[in-house]
Structure formats: C-alpha cells, structure tokens
C-alpha cells in the first residue's frame, strides 16, 4: 500500500535533548512538507522540501532541522532551541501545484 | 500573504440536518482550495478541493463546497449530517502563482453530531 508513515506515534523529550521524527513515503512525490498543530491554531508549516538535497523554512522554522537525503525521507529535528516544543506534528507530502497532499498518522512530542 | 479564515470553532448539529462549515480566504489571486478532516489523534484526510473547474465541487461522503470568487469563500455543506461526521474540519489554500505549494490552515471547525 503506498502512503506516508511517522514514527514513533509518540515521542518524550527531555529538556536541553534533541529528538528525531521520522516520515517516510512511498509515493514517489517529490515535494514533502512537516507541520506542526497545535490546539485551536490549525496546521503551520515548519519546513518544505521540493526536492533532494533541498529544502526552505516556512513559518516557523526557529528550533527546527529537517534534511532530506533520500526522495521517500524527510526526517524533522527538534532542537533544544525549540523551547515549547509540544505539538502534534504531521509530514505531508504532494506532486504538484494544486494537487493533493497526502497526510501521515502523526507524532505527539510531550516534555518531560 | 494569504489567509484562511474559518467561522465558528465548534459547530453542532442534529443528525439529518444540514451541515455548513464557512471558510474565506484571503488572498490577491483566487488560490487552490481544499478542505480536510481530521478524527483524533490521526492525520489529515483530504474530502474535496477546488483547483480551477467547477466552482461546485463534490467529495467524499456526501460533502461538496462551492468556490464564489465575489464572496471569496468556499463554503463546506453536507445536506444531511451523520453521526461519522463528528470531526475536526480544516479549510486551506495554496498558492497557485508560486512554487511553493505548502498550505495554508485556517484554525479549523469542530463539527458536533446530536443524535
């Protein structure tokens, strides 16, 4: 089945460590995207990569890393900069203008 | 920068009444429109959007929206609500003279099911 997969389901970081989410796609799409949600606020974006080996900060960017070496990946770091980093967190991934973007299960990251 | 506006955080509706969820948008030249639902703790699952045909637009489940570019709206309507349908409810846009395809949320619309 082709889709989008987040690990883990749930994440707990400790304060000053940085923790990896991972999203991985099976689409062949070359644009994929991570959000964060946060409680009566929607979806913003937090980077963007169109394609490998490239990729831009959206909205919210501060105390995040992403990279994206593979086309199927593109794993999000929260850093320890990021000081509120509770959230759910959703990877998306699309074709093209337009088109569909196509959701994962998504990540809760809680503090400890 | 465009925006999405969506009225109402919390909708409640009997079952077999009419479903309407508003959304305006914001934004200099008319965007691709979608709306999502959202179960949860699970992701986003795409109901129906608007790219540049029909200003009428059918999805999944019974939904339609329909784009008025004079209201710059895209309102969400279901003629008769389900039980299932209580969910979260996200409008969003792209922008169709750029790259960068990321979408842009409204702060979403809980849809409450009374039976």
């Known amino acids: 089945d082709g889709g989008i997969t987040q690990s883990p389901k749930y994440l707990f970081r400790k304060e000053g460590q940085n923790v990896t989410l991972s999203c991985e796609q099976n689409?062949?799409?070359?644009?994929m995207y991570w959000y964060r949600q946060d409680p009566g606020q929607g979806l913003r974006l937090i980077y963007y990569s169109q394609i490998v080996n490239d990729f831009q900060k959206g909205d919210i960017a501060e105390g995040y890393s992403v990279s994206r070496e593979k086309k199927e990946s593109f794993p999000l770091t929260v850093t320890s900069a990021q000081k509120n980093p509770t959230a759910f967190y959703l990877c998306?991934?699309?074709?093209?203008?337009?088109?569909?973007?196509?959701f994962g299960p998504g990540t809760r990251l809680l503090v400890l | 920068a465009q925006s999405v506006t969506q009225l109402g955080s919390h909708v409640s509706v009997s079952e077999g009444a009419l479903v309407l969820l508003r959304c305006n948008y914001s934004s200099s030249v008319p965007p691709y429109l979608f709306w999502y639902v959202q179960y949860p703790n699970q992701g986003l699952q795409l109901l129906l959007k608007?790219?540049?045909?029909?200003?009428l637009v059918k999805g999944i489940n019974g939904f339609e929206a329909e784009f008025k570019k004079s209201e710059t709206s895209f309102h969400l309507t279901k003629p008769s609500a389900h039980m299932s349908d209580a969910a979260e409810y996200f409008c969003?846009?792209?922008?169709?003279?750029?790259?960068?395809?990321?979408?842009?949320f409204g702060s979403g619309t809980r849809l409450q099911v009374q039976p």
């Open positions: 998306a991934s699309t074709t093209g203008a337009g088109e569909t973007q196509y």
């Open positions: 689409l062949n799409h070359d644009a």
């Open positions: 608007y790219t540049s045909a029909a200003t």
């Open positions: 969003a846009v792209s922008e169709r003279d750029t790259g960068r395809r990321a979408l842009t």
